[in-house]
């Protein structure tokens, strides 16, 4: 019977805390799910504010009236130039460095990787005076080209250190076998390497495209030319002057806003859900 009664709290006991942890998740998960309930639903309402509420009837004129060359075309335009570009130049950059750390052993590894690791605690505002003042002697203030080599240089450090990590569990066998038949270090990290840790590629280019595409700060500061302002930046233009927002304006901006994100997540999901399979590479 002592038994039985144990057994009964213990089961009550494990019950009690299920139910706890699963309203903890579903009380995080209505923080997250709000906001996003309040941008879908604000876009379609014509008298949005900031409420989250059904709208009475549904309409695309919020869209309509953002849908314009100066408000959202040209600023998405110039955010995929600076975004792609330097998504591209950090991949790449990365790959290439995160090569012999990983490939080739040196007393100097540890310490290269401790000094990557800090620069990316380093906050941005500490460097952009001196990164502003730089920018101005070598003339690559207000330009695209100049953004785009310190977006790369900013994700650069965290990229380096996450295709290491996904590099080391590529074996070098393979790379072996490929040097074997003449192939270079170059077309080994080319053709063999980067093919296979294809996940650990797509991770760094998601992390490394949606880390530029949220940052506000940094081309605000290196580019003067409203033209050239990406929609990072151009998004401020929603928030008028004492308190006054059309807020379903800027709820429909923001969808349209976080739609190129969207499309690339779904365009290498496969790739990001996707292992190494390498079980048997290396075998026979």
């Not at 089961?11 to 998960?29: F, Q």
Request: overall charge positive; some cysteine; aromatic content about 12%.
């Amino acid at each position: 019977m002592a038994l039985l009664t144990r057994g009964t709290t213990f089961t009550s006991r494990r019950t009690g805390r299920r139910l706890a942890a699963d309203a903890g998740l579903l009380v995080l998960a209505a923080a997250f799910a709000l906001p996003l309930a309040w941008v879908i639903l604000s876009a379609l309402d014509a008298h949005a504010d900031l409420t989250v509420k059904v709208p009475d009837g549904v309409t695309l004129s919020n869209f309509d009236a953002v849908l314009k060359p100066d408000i959202t075309f040209t600023p998405m335009l110039n955010s995929l130039i600076l975004c792609g570009g330097g998504t591209l130049l950090t991949v790449v950059c990365a790959a290439l460095a995160a090569y012999p750390l990983s490939r080739f052993r040196s007393r100097l590894n540890r310490p290269f990787l401790l000094t990557i690791l800090f620069a990316t605690s380093l906050p941005i505002t500490a460097i952009m005076v001196p990164v502003y003042a730089l920018f101005v002697r070598v003339n690559l203030i207000d330009t695209m080209q100049g953004t785009i080599f310190f977006f790369a240089a900013s994700q650069l450090p965290f990229a380096i250190w996450l295709m290491k990590n996904f590099m080391d569990g590529v074996p070098k066998e393979l790379e072996e076998a490929a040097w074997t038949d003449g192939a270079s270090s170059f077309q080994s990290l080319v053709r063999i390497v980067l093919p296979l840790m294809g996940p650990g590629v797509a991770v760094v280019t998601v992390f490394s495209f949606v880390m530029m595409w949220g940052n506000f700060f940094v081309p605000f500061m290196l580019l003067l030319t409203p033209d050239q302002m990406p929609a990072s930046v151009s998004i401020n233009e929603f928030f008028g002057n004492r308190g006054m927002v059309v807020y379903g304006q800027l709820a429909a901006f923001s969808v349209i806003y976080s739609t190129p994100v969207l499309l690339l997540y779904v365009l290498i999901a496969r790739r990001l859900g996707g292992g190494f399979a390498l079980g048997g590479a290396v075998k026979g």
